[in-house]
């Protein structure tokens, strides 16, 4: 059974910066390509960036394009979010997602197998 562990959120002031991790089990890792999402007051789930099982290819939403870097370590299981200049419209909660087969690219939910439990994430002005 596939199973997503976030850690990394918490509360922080405009322009700061947060570094979310996800770590995997149930699966092997270094196949599957990887994400994350997050999720505003009100709004949507929306992707926000997402790599490739062998690191080496990135997406990005505009919005977070040139600031939230994605990374993965393959020895431990573990991609991470490094989240900088943080803005107010970046309070949500953010969810790691795997792809729901191990060559889909999961950077629309459709394309996600699994989620794991949520960090949340939230910038004050």
């Known amino acids: 059974q596939v199973q997503l562990v976030e850690s990394g959120g918490g509360l922080v002031q405009a322009g700061a910066s947060l570094r979310l991790s996800c770590t995997a089990s149930?699966?092997?890792?270094?196949?599957?390509?990887m994400g994350w999402f997050r999720q505003a007051p009100g709004k949507e789930r929306a992707f926000v960036a997402a790599?490739?099982?062998?690191?080496?290819?990135?997406k990005y939403a505009d919005s977070v394009k040139g600031r939230f870097p994605i990374s993965r370590d393959n020895a431990k299981n573990t991609i991470y979010l490094q989240m900088n200049s943080l803005k107010p419209e970046d309070t949500a909660v953010y969810y790691c997602a795997v792809g729901l087969r191990a060559d889909w690219f999961p950077d629309t939910e459709a394309k996600v197998g699994s989620w794991g439990q949520g960090t949340q994430v939230t910038v004050s002005s």
């Open positions: 790599i490739s099982a062998t690191g080496i290819t990135k």
């Open positions: 149930g699966i092997t890792f270094s196949r599957y390509h």
